[in-house]
């Protein structure tokens, strides 16, 4: 019994241990982003500021712009999420359910992508938005973030291969064409995969960086990622605003996973399965 | 798009389709491609053409500035002799050699403590997953500053209350300490999320497997080796081959942290390839360093899944 006990307890010490290692970062971040600029780096590090303040908050938002910066990411985000899932549901849709020529290339052609760095198209998408004068613009994020559909096409179609088929044929006999079948039997039926993926392509776009830093060049379109790294680069001691900046940036994600913990836990344990 | 894929009724290829039928298949067809087109016409445009373009760009003098040349293999004889490409190579290898390990024997075992029945389990998962949804650009910033050689907190932990090192070290400004330093935050932001696909494959695992395992004598030590470990392979494939492309392909950390240096000792091929094409604007250099870097990764995620399976199968 006793030794039962010890064994609890250390398990819970090890949970905490662990708990205060991952957090601590945070921590940091959190209380740096409410103390005076004049405090911040002081030695021994303080953990509960003095004399909070929310100043650091006002600042970024207003005087450094970073209200602006969140409106660009929340659009651009948005609208590319928003494109980004119903395409990728239209394409697995179609993989799953219907024989056409030319199916099997053209998914084998999408795994391909995946396992190309996207780093590694930078270079000739940089080329391509150049030449169709999508650089420096949020049209041209919101265009390049809409084209990555191949790993949400992976996880989708396996989804609608899972759905029985007398479903879709009653509604074939009614018959009913591509368009209602997807709209009106798959889409309500894939609505937990679908927010699964909703979530995980929102997050992805809302933290984009490399082709964000590549192609805006002027202050009125950067999103918050390119943002904050300009911001680090120019202010190196005004740890304060950066960290308030960095707070806004992460507020929402940390808002948006725990509300729809359960999605990503799924998501992420089908993805390691069928990997 | 030939109609030969297509096949008659009964299985029969069609060898001659008639009129009628013709115009039913293209009927029945059309709407398909129809609702196709939207998501491919950008895959295509963004994804597929820029690979083949890349690879056409590779074998080109390219700056944009004045009109391309054709100079053969010359870009890649080039990156092969290239001492910085070498050495990038050797970084995110080092990079991924101390990451990988790191963060699946670290997920491993914060799976193992979070399957237990512990109070506030969920609690700890949601804490030990932070790290992973907060963004690189985020958790680069914030590593700057504890790293920070005059008063980061990490100096003031491991000199002044630990007294684990002699004086502040210069984490990010030391050619040795830069590229390990990047490292341990690559770690500490990976764990959670080798725990989370660790649960879902601990959770796999059937308890009866266990349960006799017990009645046989076999302790705590003995099932974790004979039972958790093996039966916990397919896992342990997914996430090497995985984790091995991630850490291979390291970019913002180093971008935002060191962009590099110093000395180029957290030079990575991504930030390599970035710099070559967008700061010395040489774009065909840069696409022959990303195609070679893209057929390493190829070859090594094969292999990975080569030796894993064939060890499992036995």
Redesign the interface.
């Known amino acids: 019994m006793a030794r039962r006990f010890l064994g609890k307890t250390t398990l819970y010490l090890l949970a905490i241990f662990g708990a205060l290692v991952l957090a601590m970062p945070f921590i940091y971040l959190v209380s740096t982003a409410f103390t005076p600029n004049a405090y911040v780096l002081s030695i021994p590090p303080v953990l509960i500021p003095a004399h909070p303040t929310v100043q650091n908050f006002i600042d970024a938002w207003t005087t450094n712009n970073f209200g602006r910066y969140f409106i660009n990411s929340a659009v651009v985000a948005g609208s590319s999420t928003a494109i980004t899932v119903l395409f990728s549901a239209m394409l697995a849709f179609a993989f799953a359910r219907y024989s056409f020529p030319g199916r099997t290339v053209l998914f084998y052609g999408m795994l391909l992508t995946l396992m190309i760095p996207t780093l590694v198209l930078i270079i000739p998408q940089f080329v391509l938005a150049k030449t169709l004068h999508l650089l420096d613009s949020l049209q041209g994020l919101v265009v390049v973030y809409s084209a990555g559909t191949a790993l949400n096409v992976f996880l989708l179609r396996g989804f609608f291969e899972d759905i029985p088929q007398d479903l879709a044929d009653a509604a074939a006999i009614d018959g009913a064409g591509i368009w209602t079948v997807f709209w009106q039997i798959m889409m309500p039926l894939a609505r937990p995969a679908l927010a699964a993926v909703t979530i995980f392509t929102f997050l992805t776009n809302w933290d984009e960086f490399p082709w964000a830093l590549t192609s805006i060049s002027s202050g009125d379109n950067f999103t918050l990622p390119i943002a904050l790294q300009l911001f680090q680069q120019q202010h190196q001691t005004q740890y304060g605003v950066e960290f308030a900046a960095s707070l806004i940036a992460v507020v929402p994600v940390i808002v948006v996973f725990i509300l729809f913990q359960r999605h990503f836990v799924s998501g992420l344990a089908s993805a390691a399965v069928k990997g | 798009?030939?109609?030969q894929?297509?096949k008659a009724p009964g299985g029969t290829a069609a060898v001659a389709p008639s009129y009628a039928r013709r115009s039913r298949q293209l009927r029945r067809?059309v709407?398909?491609?129809l609702?196709?087109l939207?998501?491919?016409a950008?895959?295509l445009?963004?994804?597929?053409?820029?690979?083949a373009?890349?690879f056409v760009?590779s074998f080109f003098h390219w700056n944009?500035l004045e009109p391309s040349t054709f100079i053969g293999l010359n870009n890649y004889q080039r990156a092969l002799s290239d001492p910085l490409f070498w050495q990038s190579l050797r970084n995110v290898v080092v990079y991924t050699v101390i990451t990988v390990p790191g963060q699946m024997v670290l997920g491993l075992a914060?799976a193992l403590?979070?399957d237990?029945s512990?109070r506030f389990r969920a609690v700890?998962r949601?804490?030990?997953?932070?790290?992973v949804?907060?963004?690189?650009?985020?958790?680069s910033?914030?590593?700057?500053?504890?790293y920070?050689s005059?008063?980061?907190?990490l100096n003031?932990l491991l000199d002044?209350v630990l007294h684990i090192i002699p004086n502040y070290q210069i984490w990010l400004g030391d050619p040795n300490t830069a590229l390990p330093s990047i490292a341990t935050m690559g770690i500490?932001k990976g764990?959670?999320?080798n725990m989370?696909?660790f649960l879902?494959?601990l959770q796999?695992i059937p308890r009866e497997v266990y349960e006799a395992a017990k009645v046989d004598g076999a302790g705590a030590i003995k099932r974790f080796t004979h039972i958790t470990l093996p039966l916990l392979r397919p896992?342990t494939t997914?996430l090497v081959?995985?984790l091995v492309?991630g850490g291979l392909?390291t970019?913002?950390p180093v971008?935002?942290m060191t962009q590099g240096g110093p000395i180029h000792s957290t030079e990575t091929i991504?930030t390599y390839?970035?710099k070559k094409?967008?700061a010395d604007i040489d774009?065909g250099y840069?696409?022959a360093i990303?195609?070679l870097?893209?057929a390493l990764?190829?070859l090594i995620?094969v292999a990975e899944i080569r030796i894993l399976r064939r060890r499992y199968e036995y």
């Open positions: 798009m030939g109609s894929v297509m067809l709407p398909i491609y609702f196709l939207p998501g491919m950008l895959f445009t963004w994804q597929l053409y820029p690979l373009d890349a760009m944009l914060a403590l979070l237990q512990l700890f949601t804490l030990y997953y932070l790290p949804i907060t963004s690189w650009v985020v958790v910033i914030m590593f700057t500053y504890l920070n005059q008063a980061g907190p003031y002044d500490w764990t959670g999320w989370v696909i879902a494959g796999s896992t997914f081959v995985v492309i392909n970019f913002i971008w935002i991504l390839m970035y094409a967008f774009l840069g696409a990303s195609y870097f893209t990764i190829f995620s």
